[in-house]
T-cell receptor
Framework: DGGITQSPKYLFRKEGQNVTLSCEQN?????MYWYRQDPGQGLRLIYY???????QKGDIAEGYSVSREKKESFPLTVTSAQKNPTAFYLC??????????FGAGTRLSVL | AQSVTQLDSQVPVFEEAPVELRCNYS??????LFWYVQYPNQGLQLLLK??????LVESINGFEAEFNKSQTSFHLRKPSVHISDTAEYFC????????????FGAGTRLTVKP
């Protein structure tokens, strides 16, 4: 079954804790993206990666970190420095034709 | 960088009525345009896209959108909606020459009432 798998579906973070959101793809796409979605604000880009071992900050990278050690995987860590982490997080890949496909998302809440 | 404006945050409509969701983008030499649909607690699904060629593009479930370069618009239309079309719809634009330049509108919540 091909696609983009995000896990977990729901995640709770305690104050001062780092949490990691998983994104795995078997579409063989080079580019991967992380977005944050808040009600009424659309999607905002956190980080993106065009190739393995390389990534760039998006519009709202502060308080987040990523790694891209494998083509298939692009995990996002929400650090304790992110003071307002409650949101819906979406991972996406991009085809050579500039079309983005999305995972099912992870909803992060603060305890 | 491109920007996208979805002119209506909410559109209520009765079942079997026509609907138009409006989208305008900032001007550029060339753009790719997309409509995505999002059901509650799910990711975004690609509904239709304009990359080149015919300015009228259609989806498999009856939606269509028309690229209008002079008005920098990409409005989404459906002649007769169903209850199952209730969802959030996002317009997006990207610059083919930029790797990180896909911009999304704030979304339009379409609610189809019986």
């Amino acid at each position: 079954d091909g696609g983009i798998t995000q896990s977990p579906k729901y995640l709770f973070r305690k104050e001062g804790q780092n949490v990691t959101l998983s994104c795995e793809q078997n579409l063989n796409h080079d580019a991967m993206y992380w977005y944050r979605q808040d009600p009424g604000q659309g999607l905002r880009l956190i980080y993106y990666s065009q190739i393995v071992n390389d990534f760039q900050k998006g519009d709202i990278a502060e308080g987040y970190s990523v790694s891209r050690e494998k083509k298939e995987s692009f995990p996002l860590t929400v650090t304790s420095a992110q003071k307002n982490p409650t949101a819906f997080y979406l991972c996406a890949t991009k085809t050579a034709a500039n079309i983005q496909y999305f995972g099912a998302g992870t909803r992060l809440s603060v305890l | 960088a491109q920007s996208v404006t979805q002119l209506d945050s909410q559109v209520p409509v009765f079942e079997e009525a026509p609907v138009e969701l409006r989208c305008n983008y900032s001007s550029s030499v060339s753009v790719y345009l997309f409509w995505y649909v999002q059901y509650p607690n799910q990711g975004l699904q690609l509904l239709l896209k304009y990359l080149s060629g015919s300015t009228l593009v259609e989806s498999i479930n009856g939606f269509e959108a028309e690229f209008n370069k002079s008005q920098t618009s990409f409005h989404l239309r459906k002649p007769s909606v169903h209850i199952s079309d209730t969802a959030e719809y996002f317009c997006a634009v990207s610059d083919p020459s930029e790797s990180n330049d896909m911009r999304f509108g704030a979304g339009t919540r379409l609610t189809v009432k019986p």
